[in-house]
Nanobody, 112 residues
Framework: QVRLVESGGGLVQPGGSLRLSCAASGFLLNTAAMQWYRQRNGEEREWVASVSPFGGATTWLDSVKGRFSISRDNIMNTIDLQMNSVKPEDTATYYC?????WGQGTQVTVSP
C-alpha cells in the first residue's frame, strides 16, 4: 500500500530555514517522479517542485528557485524539501505527491 507522510512543518521567521520531509512506503522513492505542492488558505494548490526518478533532476517554481532545494535519502526512503530564506508568502500547507498519491500535508507558517 502506497503511503506518503510529510513532516517538519512549523513556525519560522522570515529569512529563516525549515526542512520538510516526505516519507514513503509501498514503493521506492528513487524509482518514481515526485512533486511538492503547497496550498495557501483560500487558494488552489500550487506546484512547487518536481524530482525525476533515478537521476533526481529537479525543476522549480520560479518564486522558490535558489531558496529551496531537495535531497533524497534512498536508505530511509524519504525526500526532503529544504526551505531557506523563507518569506511570508511561503506560508502554506505543503504536500508531497507521487503517482497520484498524496500525503496529508504539513503546515508551514512564516511570520515574525
Amino acid at each position: 500500500q502506497v503511503r506518503l507522510v510529510e513532516s517538519g512543518g512549523g513556525l519560522v521567521q522570515p529569512g529563516g530555514s525549515l526542512r520538510l520531509s516526505c516519507a514513503a512506503s509501498g514503493f521506492l522513492l528513487n524509482t518514481a517522479a515526485m512533486q511538492w505542492y503547497r496550498q495557501r488558505n483560500g487558494e488552489e494548490r500550487e506546484w512547487v517542485a518536481s524530482v525525476s526518478p533515478f537521476g533526481g533532476a529537479t525543476t522549480w517554481l520560479d518564486s522558490v528557485k535558489g531558496r529551496f532545494s531537495i535531497s533524497r535519502d534512498n536508505i530511509m526512503n524519504t525526500i526532503d524539501l529544504q526551505m531557506n530564506s523563507v518569506k511570508p508568502e511561503d506560508t502554506a500547507t505543503y504536500y508531497c505527491t507521487s503517482q497520484g498519491y498524496w500525503g496529508q500535508g504539513t503546515q508551514v507558517t512564516v511570520s515574525p
